[in-house]
Each structure stands twice: as structure tokens, then as C-alpha cells.
């Protein structure tokens, strides 16, 4: 059996085109426009389950706009030198003694005077949400916001920033680390339990409350079941049958467990598959071929479904 791949761009270049190319994914490209002043840029990158976190160093005077959004967002931390970031008007300053959100939008705007040296941590919205729901045992209350800026000068967000730079550092020093499945986890773990604990966020509360009676192996059994086939046409028979107890005990366990049935915890799990892959998609794609894709046959149905849980429609996502 092959080892697993190990996901590290490492980059360097000194004019815009090779900029563009290190910085842009085909699902959200990004431009770059350059002074006539020499341009050099440094990029280590590695990939951390869902997530990026990379290192890169610049010098020269460019801005960048992206072309396409997606459902991620861009931590920054920087260690020296500032920049303009602007996202639908509202303009904020990154500085090396505060870490700056910046939301995955088309438009979002960055003007860099450099030298400039930080930390960038390209975190998937979806996967973070699964994961503080796997931590919580429990539903989360509303879509998890982190805030837009926060102070690393000192308490918790100079802890953050330093767990990042180390993260980095090590897997730098010993990227074998991530040719290990069981590494691999923990490390995307540590990631996710960083911006959850050590950030304030309007969640907080949830973490405060009282765990709740560990969850079943069964139910954690049928939650992998549905992860590993979110592309087929799974039944509830199957899903029981997977977990290793009948229907109606695993509907009486995620009731009590997850406060939903396992019907809906599956079309949860596809809509957000189906948002990731709106959010993505290249042009002229088609909603419904992507609502299919993910287990969605009737359309109307799928239509007021994803409206109810992302407050707009499929197809207003994919002209993001």
C-alpha cells in the first residue's frame, strides 16, 4: 500500500505571473498587480487535512484581488510589514501586532508595501464547524464567526500565533510528520481545537456548558458510515446496519444524542457538500448537477431545504 502523499508547495519567483500562480486555486483565482519596482516572493505551504498554513515572505510593492469566492477564510499573522485589505468597502490594516481575518469573497482586495513576512492559515468553514460539533457532542447554535481582528501582542492570541509558528516550523523540520495517518489527524485536530479555544468567537458559550453524556459507539459508527458514502443512495437500513443495531434504536439515539434523526443528520452532511461544491465550481456549472451529485434528486425539495440552512438560494451561491 503507497504511503499518503505529502501536500507541501514550496515557491519562489520574482515577477506577478508566478505570484498569481502560487496564490490562486482553480476554484478561486486570484490577480495580481505590480509596481515597476523589483518583486520577490517566498512561499512554503502545507496542507493540513482540510486547511493550509504557510509562510511567505515578500518584498516589492503589489496588490492582489480575488476572482472567485469561496467558503473559506485567511487568518493572517504577520511578523513584519503591513497591508491594506479591502472586502466589500470595509477596509482593515494587517500589522504584525494583530492577526486579521479575511473572508474567501470575490473582490477582497490586498495592497502590500513589503518587505512583509507572515503566517497565512487557510481555514475550510465547513470542516471547522464538523469538528467543534464532533467536540461539543452537540448541534451548533448558529454558523461559527470568528472575529476580524484580535490582539497577539500578549494572552491568548500570542499563544495562537506562537502554536502557529511552530506548527509551521516543525512540519518544516520533519515533514514525514503528515505521511502518517495518525499524525496527520492529530495535527488537523490541534489546528481546529487552536481557533476554537484560544480564539473568542460568538460560540464561546457553548464550550462553557457541561459535556454531555458520551456518545454512543454505535451512533459514532453510523456518523462514519454516512462520511465514507455521502455520494451513494444510503438508506436508513444501511446506516442501522453499519452502526450494528436496527433502525429504530439508532433513531431513538440520535435523538437523544443529537437531537435530530440520522436522515437529516445525512442531509446535513450533503448540504454542506453540495455549498463547498456551489462555492467552488467553475463556470457554467449547474446547480442541479451538483445537487444530484450529492444524493439531491428532486430539485424543489433541495431548493427550500439549502435555503433553510444557509439563508439563500443554490443557485445565488454559485454566482458567489
Known amino acids: 500500500m503507497d504511503a ?21 486555486s ?8 505590480a509596481r515597476p519596482v523589483p518583486l520577490r516572493f517566498r512561499w512554503n505551504s502545507w496542507k493540513l487535512g482540510a486547511h493550509t498554513i504557510s509562510r511567505a515572505h515578500y518584498e516589492g510593492i503589489f496588490s492582489t484581488n480575488r476572482k472567485e469566492s469561496t467558503d473559506k477564510c485567511v487568518i493572517f499573522l504577520p511578523f513584519a510589514g503591513s497591508a491594506l485589505i479591502d472586502s466589500e468597502g470595509k477596509i482593515s490594516i494587517s500589522s504584525p501586532e494583530k492577526a486579521t481575518l479575511q473572508e474567501c469573497r470575490r473582490n477582497t482586495r490586498m495592497s ?14 465547513a470542516d471547522l464547524a464538523r469538528h467543534t460539533e464532533r467536540y461539543l457532542e452537540t448541534s451548533l447554535k448558529g454558523e461559527l464567526r470568528l472575529p476580524a481582528e484580535w490582539d497577539v501582542t ?3 492570541g500570542l499563544i495562537f500565533r506562537t502554536m502557529a509558528q511552530t506548527l509551521h516550523a516543525e512540519l ?6 503528515l505521511a502518517q495517518d495518525m499524525c496527520r489527524a492529530r495535527l488537523t485536530m490541534t489546528l481546529n481545537s487552536m481557533l476554537t479555544t484560544l480564539l473568542p468567537h460568538n460560540l464561546a458559550e ?8 458520551a456518545t454512543p459507539r454505535h451512533v459514532s459508527r453510523a456518523i462514519d458510515f454516512m462520511e465514507a458514502n455521502l ?8 446506516i442501522a446496519a453499519a452502526s450494528g443495531v436496527g433502525a429504530r434504536t439508532l433513531q431513538q439515539s440520535f435523538r437523544q444524542f443529537k ?12 448540504l454542506e457538500c453540495v455549498r463547498r461544491t456551489l462555492l467552488e465550481a467553475p463556470p457554467g456549472s449547474s446547480v442541479a448537477e451538483i445537487a444530484a451529485r450529492w444524493g439531491f434528486s428532486h430539485a424543489g425539495r433541495f431548493a427550500v431545504n439549502y435555503r433553510q440552512r444557509f439563508g439563500e438560494s443554490p443557485s445565488t451561491t454559485l454566482k458567489r
Open 4 to 24: 499518503p502523499s505529502i501536500k507541501q508547495l514550496m515557491t519562489a519567483g520574482d515577477d506577478a505571473e508566478a505570484l498569481e500562480q502560487t496564490l490562486s
Open 26 to 33: 482553480p476554484a478561486s483565482p486570484i490577480t495580481v498587480d
Open 112 to 125: 502590500l508595501n513589503g518587505p512583509r513576512d507572515h503566517i497565512a492559515l487557510i481555514i475550510d468553514k
Open 154 to 156: 500578549s494572552g491568548t
Open 172 to 177: 518544516s523540520r520533519h515533514p514525514d510528520l
Open 206 to 213: 457553548q464550550f462553557q456548558l457541561p459535556a454531555p453524556i
Open 231 to 238: 455520494h451513494k443512495p444510503i438508506s436508513l437500513e444501511d
Open 259 to 270: 437531537d435530530t434523526t440520522p436522515t437529516v443528520y445525512l442531509q446535513s452532511l450533503r
